[in-house]
């Protein structure tokens, strides 16, 4: 059962980013564009996802002690700001401006198999793998990345 | 290239990115951050069953733009830059960027904020900034 509900989670995902406008890379530069052909839309894709989200999230951990077909609540429970977060999040952001694309909407468009698609996510593939393999900058940190 | 403003359709659209990660949570406990998932699937340490719900996320994701195909007669509208170069460049850093920082536009963006994570919202604030900023680079400094 929890895998049909992986499934269906991830075919309405893909169908969200689709409506939205967010699997279109155009969309995407466009929104970041403010100084150029700006399109404010895609502040309305994140803030809809919150307003459904967060009272969804809050609403399902203060009712239930575990999820319905699993043992537990998979949640982060870290709370440090390290200098490995920070310079990954900054790198993700220059490749999202470069191509209009982040991991869900690549995926999502991998089947319409534009040119640019095919080539971004073996190349995003191949720097996952690769941040797997580099250390953790932090000082002190235990151990490497993970 | 222009695009229209859609606030509706892009707002239903998040809605339905919001009930498919309160989905995913209620039914197994796990976030809804791709870059995470994905990266689960290739991960052979991780257990069995995490990778296969890894891996059925995905497929649904990938089956979401075919279904659109046939219920509506069309792919999605869009355009994707198509510099080879650009887009492998691009890749590499979504890639490498959403791993080392553990989490994209999902993970931290959708689920970590809508949690109240610190972590989530400083990191979307950062990735936020170097991607307005390296849109303004190419698009107006360089002209790209």
Redesign the interface.
Known sequence: ???L???????????????????????V??F??????W????A???????????P??AL?FRN?Q???????????T????EP?????????????????????P???????A????L??????????????H?PDITPNAKGA?S | ???????W????????????????????????G??GL??KI??RSSDTEAR???A?????????????LLVSGG??????????A?????????????????G???G????????????SI???V???????????V???LIGA
């Open positions: 059962m929890k895998q509900f992986a499934l269906l989670s991830g075919l309405i995902f893909g169908l969200g980013l689709i409506v939205s406008g967010m699997a279109n890379p155009a969309k530069l466009n970041l564009d403010v100084f150029g052909t399109d404010p839309s895609l309305f894709v994140m803030g809809g996802a919150i307003a459904v989200t967060a969804g999230f399902l239930r575990t999820p319905l077909f699993d043992s537990k609540f998979r949640v982060p870290r709370t440090d700001l490995k977060l920070l310079t990954g999040a900054a790198i993700f952001g220059i490749g999202w401006g470069l191509g209009g694309f982040c991991p869900g690549a995926l999502t468009s991998l089947p319409v534009a040119t640019g698609t080539i971004f996510v073996p190349f995003m593939l191949i720097g996952m793998w690769a941040a797997r580099t990345a | 290239m222009e695009t229209e403003f859609t606030p359709l892009s707002l239903g659209g998040g809605m339905m990115i919001g009930a498919s990660a309160v989905l995913l949570m209620a039914t197994n406990g796990r976030i809804a791709i870059s994905t990266a290739f991960t296969g719900v890894s059925l996320f995905v497929l649904g994701l990938l089956l979401a733009a075919p279904l659109w792919w999605p509208e869009q355009w994707v830059p198509s510099s080879p650009l887009m492998a460049l691009a890749g590499l850093l979504v890639g490498f960027g959403a791993s080392y920082g553990n994209c536009t999902s931290h963006g959708v689920c970590g904020i809508s949690r109240g994570s610190a972590r400083v990191a979307t950062t990735f936020m900034v170097t991607a307005f900023a390296t849109v303004f190419m698009r107006h």
